[in-house]
Structures are given as C-alpha cells and as structure tokens.
C-alpha cells in the first residue's frame, strides 16, 4: 500500500489527486513486555483530556476563524506600521545605501509578519488544541474541520484475529467514544480486512488506509463475510457495529483506524472526507483545482500507457544529484538555494553545460 502526502496548499496548487485529509496520527509504544498477541492499551491517549469544566471556546470553530481574523488585521496594521517608518527614516530621494536599506528592511517586514501569521495559524488553525489538558488529540483534530466524535463514521480494526486482541482493540475503540462522548445508538461501524486479504508481509495499515479512503468517497461500509456469530465479549462494546454484509452510508465524513503491533506498539489515524478541504477552497478556487488536476491527469495517463506499451520508461531513476561538485558548499550553505526545471535534463542550480553552449537550444 503506498499513499503520497503533502500539505493541502501545495496539493491543491499542483492539481494532485485528493482521496482524504490526514487530520491526526497518534502513536503509542506503551508497557514492557516481549511480544504477546494483545497489545496494549496506550492508543487511549488519543482521547485523553480533563473532564469536568466547561468546553474550551477553540472547539469552536467561528470563534477560531473571528480571533485568527483579528490577529491577521493587527499583523496587517504593524506592517504599515514599519513601512510608514521606513519611509520616514530614508526619505524620499535616497541614495543607494538607502535604497538597500530600504529592501532588506522591507524583506525583514514581510518575512517577520510571514512569522507572525504561521503563529496566529498554529494557535488558531490545526494545531490549537496541542498541549491543551482539556482537549484530546481526537476531538480537537475533528474540531479543526468543524467536526465531532459523532461524526466518525467507520473505523478499520487491525485485527490480528486472536482472542486477546480482538477483545483489547474494541475495548479501546469503546474506551475512546465513550470518553469523547459519543451518542448512543449512533453505531461506529467495524471494518477488519483481514478475513479477505490476510496478514500483508508489509505495514498492514497501509492496506487499511486506502481501504478507508474508499469507503469514505463510495460511502459502502464492507461487511465481514466470514462473520456469522459475534462473539459475546464483544457485544458489551454498545458503540461498535460489526457487519456481516456491504451496508451503503450516505454522507460518511471521517474515519479512523488503529495499527496494534506486537511488542506493545500501536498508531491510530484519522481520516477526513476530501470535501472538506474543498470547502475551505471555496467554489472558484475548486473550479481552478479542478481544471488543473483534470490538465495532470491526462499528461498522467499518457505517461503510464506510454510505459505499458514501452514507448518510454515509466521511471528513470536518478543518478547524480542536481547540483556539481563544485556547486555542493554553495547551495549546502546557501538557504534560499532553489533548482530549476529544465526540459529533458531534469531539475538543475544552474543550466546545464550543453544549455550554455549552444544557447539553452
């Protein structure tokens, strides 16, 4: 199973295929132990928070967007701030000290506010309820699209299909929803794929992962065919749903899965529904999105069927660096370093020997 990531912005800037929003991982290496086929319960962390007071204000999702409003207007003020005073302090006709002055000052501006607006991004934005006590991992990083622990739709077991486990993974999946406070009679469906697949040499949850992900974009929950009796310890689990068949869900926005490794090692990912970073795209921005994915794919398409038919090498794999002997301390020390694309060479620090001899024909 492999998944590309990146950063929403460049995504949508590339016009890359979106399949969901890694909104949350979570690890957990807890207990001592050798390796025993239950881990285990350290993933409960997830959804660790205080209880008792009153819900955090950042859980709210226009609070967050009026304070970040805010900050950025006050970042904005500060910066016409420092311009009106570097104008002030050079003067209107300076000579060329002074209009290098004037640059690198007004480069120290725009990248000092560039700081400020990451800062008020992370107290506001994705990462608000980090190092908060009284909002857990889970909850705040649903928060952030605006989301609830009602809201998670289906969670992909591990399923290492033993006694100890099977009883311990849905102990904790329980553990977490009723923490979170989940409704009840809101089932979470239970999707273990391995009475289909079986164990994979590799990192299981990778096959988990792109099995979430379709889930999410078809809306099928797919049932456990091998399933005909529940086993009764797990029926004490009142907010888990174990299908035995392929039952349609209209509207899934979030997913979660759980990686429970032997040796007491164990992850959990939270998954969103892509049409939520549509939404914060807005409609123009997602018509531009659209228009250039839809540029990608065909290149992309051509690409791999000129591979099939070996018209051209699907891959070519690099062999020097992008960058000469000589140019290695330059661009190592240097950190706004940046290679250039250049059409049949690749990307370069500098245009290639033959692009400089005969003109860059």
């Keep these: 199973g492999v998944q590309v990531l990146m950063s929403a912005d460049l995504a949508i800037q590339m016009g890359v295929p979106v ?17 025993v086929p239950a881990p285990g319960q350290g993933i409960l962390t997830a959804a660790k928070e205080k209880q008792g007071g009153m819900s955090s204000p950042l859980l ?10 805010a900050e950025r207007q006050r970042i904005q003020q500060w910066k016409l701030e420092e311009s009106d005073k570097l104008h002030s302090e050079v003067g209107e006709n ?8 004037f640059r690198q000052r007004m480069d120290f501006i725009q990248a000092n506010a560039l ?4 800062a008020a991004l992370a107290l506001y934005g994705q990462d608000f309820y980090k190092d908060d006590p009284t909002i857990a991992p889970l909850r705040g990083a649903l928060a952030v ?21 099977d009883k311990n993974e849905s102990a904790v999946v329980q553990q977490q929803m009723a923490h979170l406070g989940r409704s009840e009679g809101n089932p979470l469906f239970v999707v273990a794929q391995k009475w289909l697949t079986g164990h994979p040499k590799g990192a299981a949850a990778a096959w988990m992962f792109n099995g979430l992900v379709q889930s999410l974009l078809t809306g099928q929950v797919p049932g456990n065919r091998a399933q005909d009796n529940v086993d009764p310890a797990l029926r004490e689990n009142k907010h888990l749903l174990y299908p035995n068949r392929t039952i349609p869900v209209a509207g899934m926005k979030a997913g979660l899965l759980q990686s429970f490794g032997f040796g007491q090692a164990g992850a ?49 794999p690099k062999t020097e660096a992008p960058y000469t002997a000589e140019e290695r301390s330059r661009v190592y020390l ?7 694309f250049y059409p049949g060479v690749g990307y370069r620090f500098s245009p290639p020997q033959d692009d400089k001899k005969d003109g860059g024909k």
């Design 115 to 118: 700081r400020m607006e990451k």
């Design 94 to 101: 300076p000579d060329e000290a002074g209009v290098a002055l």
């Design 19 to 35: 399949y969901g929003i890694v909104a949350m991982t979570h690890t957990a290496t807890d207990e001592q132990g050798r390796s």
């Design 145 to 165: 699209f605006g989301l609830k622990p009602d809201d998670i739709a289906i969670t992909s077991f591990h399923g290492t299909s033993t006694q100890a486990n």
């Design 60 to 69: 709210d999702l226009e609070f967050r967007r009026k304070q970040l409003e």
């Design 268 to 316: 959990q990912i939270l998954l969103i529904h892509p049409d939520y970073l549509f939404a914060a795209v807005g409609a123009e921005g997602t018509a531009a999105y659209a228009a250039k994915r839809a540029e990608r794919e065909a290149k992309a398409t051509r690409h791999w069927q000129d591979g099939l038919t070996a018209r051209r090498a699907l891959m070519i």
């Design 334 to 340: 240097d950190p706004t370093a940046r290679a250039t």
